[in-house]
């Protein structure tokens, strides 16, 4: 079979290699749409927030079908369609466990969901960022139509922030520099979209506001500056959550304000327990992730989806497919 495979630090290969064997409490899964992460080059350049050794496979946003299970496993059969949580208590998979970026990879039963028939494979291969902004949005309290939102980046996190608080029926404000990603904010249920890094933005955001400042704050380009500025851009009571990951760095912020406007500020870390609300959310709602998708490739074309999604400034999220109905 064909598979992507970190060789060491910088060895990307289109490998060769031998269909895995299952174990009696495993699974077989034949790809059908993953995606490329930022984390994912962060494995191929040597760092990772937990060990791993190579050579690995990557993976860890994908959409899949049943191929073989194991004696022991009875909730799955041959054709489902399937997708799989990443964090599998201290193993990551796609990271310390190999992924899915691969003809044919093997999971165990606990990791998987069905994929409900209202999605297609390409839009349940977006399921788990968005998970991670289902979780921020949850975390944020009873976020809905009396709210103002202001999001802080428009990447697939950021945009996907944006998606679920204006579904929610919240007026979204996205905050984002970027021409294509600020219409791609927009196509996604941003009301508005201002430059952060203008030097009246505070400004902007009050003026639309009328003078009051959001009520909800989602930080998802994790950058020191905009962690600052979700301080200024917040009304009194504000809700805000960090979804964006910076490890580091630092910016100068008005901590004062977060006693003096009476914030709640809370930090999350993926999206633990929140599978299958994601899930429900997204067959129900009808909503459409797929326009963050900004180019698509074959497994056999794998190395250069990996040289696309390194170029920030001209994709936003690529997927490798293998048989996927996008």
Wanted: charged content about 20%; aromatic content about 6%; glycine content about 10%.
């Amino acid at each position: 079979m064909k598979a992507v495979q970190f060789q060491g630090v910088g060895q990307l290969a289109l490998a060769e290699l031998d269909v895995p064997r299952i174990g009696a409490d495993e699974v077989l899964v034949t790809l059908r749409s993953v995606g490329i992460c930022h984390s994912d080059f962060e494995l191929l350049e040597g760092r990772y927030i937990i060990p791993f050794e190579y050579p690995v496979i990557p993976g860890h946003e994908w959409s899949g079908e049943v191929v073989e299970v194991g004696r022991n496993v009875s909730d799955f059969r041959p054709g489902d369609r399937v997708l799989g949580e990443c964090v599998i208590g201290t193993e990551h998979f796609g990271f310390s466990i190999s992924g899915a970026a691969a003809e044919f990879f093997v999971v165990r039963p606990e990791w998987l969901h069905r994929v409900p028939d209202e999605l297609t494979d390409g839009q349940a291969a977006l399921v788990e960022p968005f998970s991670c902004a289902y979780f921020a949005a949850m975390r944020a309290g009873n976020l809905n139509a009396s709210d103002t939102a202001v999001v802080f980046g428009a990447g697939p996190i950021g945009l996907s922030c944006v998606a679920v608080a204006s579904t929610l029926g919240a007026r979204v404000i996205a905050a984002e520099p970027d021409p294509t990603r600020a219409a791609l904010a927009r196509q996604l249920g941003a009301e508005e979209v201002l430059d952060p890094t203008s030097e009246g933005f505070t400004e902007e955001v009050m003026a639309l506001t009328g003078g009051q400042g959001a009520n909800v704050v989602m930080e998802a380009s994790g950058q020191p500056a905009a962690m600052a500025a979700t301080l200024e851009v917040a009304g009194f009571n504000g809700r805000l959550v960090n979804i964006g990951i910076d490890v580091g760095r630092s910016a100068t912020a008005r901590l004062g304000l977060i006693q003096s406007k009476q914030l709640q500020i809370r930090g999350t870390i993926g999206s633990p327990g929140v599978w299958q609300e994601t899930l429900r959310f997204l067959a129900r709602t009808g909503l459409d992730l797929t326009p963050m998708v900004t180019r698509r490739f074959s497994l056999a074309d794998a190395p250069e989806a990996y040289a696309a999604a390194r170029r920030t400034d001209e994709n936003v999220k690529v997927h490798i497919e293998n048989g996927a109905r996008s």
